[in-house]
């Protein structure tokens, strides 16, 4: 079963393309990560899923209907977390989950989703009065209450603390282990890695890239550079397979306290994959 | 019916929203009050009729303008803001109708414009001494009332759309809504002193109808002959109102949005 299926999505502002001929597929259930610098067409694909924006061409299935003409019924079935918000500034945190938690037939009680957000210190704050980061939080916290089976997350936790931030994963966690497929745009690589099932890059409008976080752009077969020193001298070798180097090295008895061998990190794939397509 | 029990749920943090937004509302409901005060206070007008002071006129004609504060400057100035801070957008990722957003905005200009009429009524009646109307007067009342207030919030909707920031809302506004002042019978009266082309261009607009209705209401009927046409001329008014409430209502429908247009 797919949740969101997408074949030669196109979409033009005066005449410039930003989002040039994407294919793209997520399963129920899976955790897809979209990637690629600012302007990639990030969130204008993301936006056009979510039914915010109009598409110039291209195929769309959003769990099953075209989120260009979809009612209310298909909208009670997603969830979006928007980037820069600021509505409802003089409402408190809990007024605005209840309010927007009425919209949904099945919602999660409102207690429990500012707990799941970790915002109940500052429950009864008016919103204005939120940091960056909680505000954010906020946003989570409206975009989940309504249990929906695909969550949109543009760019969450920008402006989150580390330890928001490893909140948050868990919390995504949880949610996707109860089911609930999720699309999530992020500028930052650890946090794909943490989360996503599979993921693609996107640049100037293109998928360059697709696959998982340990297979993406040819990191898999990619090799691995060991360093050591012997006698006194740094040494350091790039090599496909490290395993017949590091038997010579144990056979010749080297000495090995400073051995490192470093396998490309998915931000490393990742800036070779969109410096190739500047 | 979830249009119309989120259109309440709506009204109801629009009106938290206002209420708790101290600028706003001191401002909407102090200024019509404060400039009934000055113009009642300033201008000592009589008229051939006994009993009827400037003040009277100035009442009931500025309830024509607090219904435009109320309903066209809070509905165009509103739309814009909830479409520049994300509301909107958030309201259309949710199972929420535009229909249900309206009437929540609607309950609001009600609430606002109801309050600002007993506020003015009441500096008419208590400061100013101007005598309150007979029931059928009331019944004229509660139609002018309602046709000027769907009428001014359909066209505030409407306008909404060439507003692009809410900051230079107030300012954009308050051209046709002082303008229309001016040339309607509100601040200039009686308005057989303007031009007639002028008299012509401000019949048109629904300020006029809607200030002469209220000045049926709140004045002797011998007042009559210091409108334009010599008479009260209710029929007409209730027309013209009504043909703009239609009016409004396809501009509406012809030019809302969920979001800004594609940047």
């Not at chain 1, 928007?82 to 209840?98: G, S």
């Not at chain 1, 936790?157 to 282990?177: Q, S, V, Y």
């Not at chain 2, 109801?114 to 009441?122: D, F, N, S, T, W």
């Amino acid at each position: 079963m797919t949740a969101i299926e997408v074949r030669g999505l196109r979409k033009a502002y005066r005449g410039h393309e930003v989002v040039r001929g994407i294919d793209l597929e997520v399963g129920r259930g899976e955790v897809f990560a979209l990637l690629g610098p600012n302007g990639a067409g990030k969130t204008t694909t993301t936006e056009i899923l979510e039914g915010h924006r109009r598409r110039d061409a291209g195929e769309v299935r959003v769990l099953g209907a075209d989120p260009g003409t979809a009612g209310p019924d298909w909208r009670a079935r997603i969830g979006i977390v928007l980037q820069n918000t600021e509505d409802a500034a003089d409402l408190t945190a809990t007024e605005m989950v209840r309010h927007i938690a009425g919209f949904y037939p099945d919602s999660r009680p409102v207690a429990e989703v500012i707990g799941l957000v970790g915002l109940e210190e500052k429950k009864n704050s008016r919103i204005r009065t939120l940091s960056g980061g909680q505000r954010r939080r906020l946003d989570v916290a409206l975009g989940i209450v309504g249990r929906p089976e695909l969550l949109f997350l543009d760019e969450p936790t920008t402006g989150f603390d580390p330890e928001a931030r490893r909140h948050f994963w868990d919390l995504i966690r949880t949610l996707a282990a109860e089911g609930t497929t999720i699309l999530l745009t992020t500028h930052y690589l650890e946090e794909a890695e943490a989360l996503a099932d599979r993921l693609a890059v996107l640049a100037a409008g293109q998928i360059v890239a697709e696959g998982t976080p340990a297979t993406l752009g040819g990191r898999a077969q990619a090799g691995a550079r060991v360093t050591w020193h012997e006698n006194g001298v740094a040494r350091t070798e790039q090599v496909d397979d490290p395993t017949p180097l590091l038997r010579k090295l144990v056979a010749a008895d080297t000495d090995l306290r400073t051995l490192t061998v470093t396998r490309p990190t998915l931000e490393d794939i990742y800036l070779n994959l969109i410096g190739a397509h500047r | 019916m979830s249009t119309l029990s989120f259109g309440v749920s709506r009204g109801h943090v629009e009106l938290l929203q206002f209420l708790r937004d101290r600028t706003a509302m001191i401002f909407t409901f102090a200024f019509p009050a404060m400039l009934l005060l000055l113009f009642g206070t300033i201008f000592s007008d009589s008229y051939d009729q006994p009993g009827v002071s400037a003040a009277h006129v100035f009442s009931a004609s500025m309830i024509a303008y607090g219904i435009l504060t109320t309903a066209f400057v809070t509905m165009g100035a509103g739309l814009a803001l909830d479409r520049e801070d994300g509301t909107l957008k958030r309201l259309h990722g949710t199972p929420i109708t535009a229909t249900s957003y309206v009437l929540g905005k609607l309950l609001l200009v009600a609430f606002l414009a109801v309050a600002e009429a007993i506020i003015l009524v009441a500096v008419g009646a208590l400061v100013f001494g101007m005598s309150l109307p007979d029931a059928s007067h009331w019944l004229a009342f509660v139609w002018i009332f309602l046709l000027s207030v769907i009428s001014s919030s359909l066209l505030g909707m409407a306008i909404s759309v060439i507003v692009k920031h809410g900051r230079t809302a107030g300012a954009i506004l308050n051209v046709p809504v002082v303008a229309l002042q001016f040339i309607s019978g509100v601040f200039i009266y009686p308005v057989i002193q303007l031009p007639s082309w002028l008299i012509t261009i401000a019949s048109f607009f629904p300020v006029k109808w809607s200030a002469q209705g209220f000045r049926y209401v709140f004045l002797p009927d011998g007042m009559r002959v210091n409108e334009a046409a010599g008479q009260w001329e209710l029929g007409r008014i209730a027309l013209i109102l009504g043909a703009w409430c239609v009016i409004g209502l396809v501009l509406c429908l012809m030019t809302f949005r969920w979001t800004r247009p594609d940047q």
